[in-house]
């Protein structure tokens, strides 16, 4: 679900507030590292060096984007 609500919103930055209640039903005051952690288990399935992901990128300080 992570992977497609990503997809879907390409090149937009998607915040963890937003994801979090979307993806895996969460209410939005309940601070947890699900997204960070499920993203960096997209990049290890998905990206050549996922230390230097290519197209799941993070935007500090507001969330999460994906690039053709």
């Not at 994801?19 to 399935?45: G, M």
């Not at 050549?48 to 990128?57: A, C, F, R």
Request: proline letters at 4%.
């Amino acid at each position: 679900m992570l992977l497609r609500y990503l997809i879907d919103r390409r090149g937009s930055v998607v915040s963890r507030d937003e994801l979090l209640p979307t993806v895996w039903e969460y209410q939005t005051e309940v601070s947890s590292r699900t997204v960070d952690v499920h993203v960096a288990w997209l990049r290890q399935k998905l990206e050549v060096n996922p230390q230097s992901p290519k197209y799941t990128q993070m935007v500090r300080g507001i969330g999460y984007t994906s690039k053709d």
